[in-house]
């Protein structure tokens, strides 16, 4: 069984992340997981926070010579800021003013209410996006065990504020990395740069969308014996578990509320020999399962609730009207919402991707997944999608 836990508190010593359950023998580029880290901490519109850390891994137990051991990962990210911060956060003596006007939108007052907090800092810290740092770093593993594998995933930025970019069939990482803000529309960009910095000028802050493709990805992943199995569900799930989000679409996704439907799905034809569609307004799921094409996926994200020009709010310990707390915080977070919504879905598709293949080695999750496809691809006697 797939599974993974993070802790820590967003000005405490460090995040802390342990997976378990990813095969032996699965050769790790740390590398590449720090550069994710530090993709995330990018961004026009971000905060002063990320000035000051500055992620890296440290692996703790599960890896040796680079290499998994089929035994669970254990894994780090320190917090620098925490130094900045002892006097409140220290594990056995922290303490000081408590905070206690909540922030609309934010999880303040319910955590308070849920947990009997007095102090609205022993919320906020756990609920921190801060906490998003190490499930990209568990998310940068994963996507090293789908590529051994053949599956990849891309995400780039499709809507800040107002301002819309064009969907795309084909993602060039290259141009989304190169991007302030993650979209690999230059006048798209541009636009949102500008909107950004209104907001910013305005004391406000700003939402958008952004779009996460799936490549390479079998028929087969996922099922529709059960609810809490199907595909679509899964990835929904754990997308909506990040901070900021509010709505999932799958495919086409709401659009097809308004189609008929004979312009809703995708219709099968022959093409030398193979079964392809015309279409993939399923986004690649179909009766909670993965049906060969590529899995798309658009991910709402709203505006985060710390404003410069605080909401109204009020004092909890006094009984009166008071502006919601201000802390540090960003203008917008969706190009770094965007890291952290494919390293969900990496996360997301290691499970339903390990229960279908198995394997308690690399090479025999290969192994399986390649005469899994062979199998199907016998069935009726054409080519499958790998």
Not at 86 to 102: E, F, H, V
Not at 220 to 235: E, F, H
Not at 240 to 255: L, P, S, W, Y
Not at 305 to 315: C, E, F, Y
Request: aromatic share 4%; charged share 25%.
């Amino acid at each position: 069984m797939f599974r993974y836990l993070t802790a820590g508190e967003s000005h405490g010593p460090a995040l802390v992340g342990i997976l378990d359950g990813l095969p032996a023998h699965l050769k790790l580029d740390v590398g590449r997981i720090n550069d994710t880290l530090r993709a995330r901490q990018g961004g026009y519109g971000r905060g002063g926070r990320m000035k000051i850390e500055s992620d890296e891994v440290e692996f703790l137990a599960g890896l040796r010579g680079g290499s998994t051991l089929g035994s669970p990962l254990a894994i780090l990210v320190r917090n620098r800021d925490y130094e900045n911060n002892r006097a409140l956060m220290d594990p056995l003596t922290g303490g000081g003013k408590p905070l206690t006007n909540p922030r609309p939108g934010h999880t303040d007052y319910a955590g308070a209410m849920k947990f009997r907090h007095r102090d609205l800092r022993n919320v906020l810290e756990r609920a921190s996006a801060r906490e998003t740092a190490m499930r990209v770093a568990l998310g940068a593993i994963c996507a090293q065990f789908l590529e051994a594998l053949g599956i990849a995933t891309a995400a780039y930025v499709s809507q800040i504020g107002p301002v819309i970019a064009a969907e795309l069939e084909l993602v060039d990482p290259e141009a989304v990395d190169a991007s302030d803000v993650r979209c690999p529309d230059p006048a798209a960009e541009r636009e949102m740069i500008a909107a950004i910095d209104a907001a910013k000028a305005d004391g406000d802050t700003l939402g958008g969308a952004f779009t996460i493709r799936v490549t390479g990805v079998p028929a087969g992943i996922g099922s529709n014996r059960q609810p809490d199995t199907r595909l679509d569900g899964v990835l929904a799930g754990a997308l909506m578990a990040m901070q900021t989000v509010k709505a999932v679409e799958v495919g086409a996704g709401r659009d097809v509320a308004g189609r008929p439907g004979s312009q809703a799905h995708d219709v099968f034809a022959l093409a030398e020999g193979a079964v392809v569609r015309q279409s993939n307004r399923a986004g690649g799921i179909e009766g909670g399962i993965s049906n060969g094409q590529d899995i798309v996926l658009r991910v709402s994200v709203k505006p985060i609730p710390t404003l410069m020009k605080a909401l109204p709010s009020v004092n909890l310990h006094e009984g009166t009207a008071a502006p919601a707390s201000i802390v540090r915080s960003d203008v917008c977070v969706v190009p770094a919402a965007s890291i952290v919504g494919e390293a969900m879905v990496r996360l997301a598709m290691t499970g339903p991707v390990l229960e279908k293949f198995g394997g308690d080695s690399i090479d025999e999750t290969r192994d399986n997944l390649e005469r899994a496809v062979a199998a199907a691809s016998r069935l009726f006697d054409v080519p499958a999608t790998l």
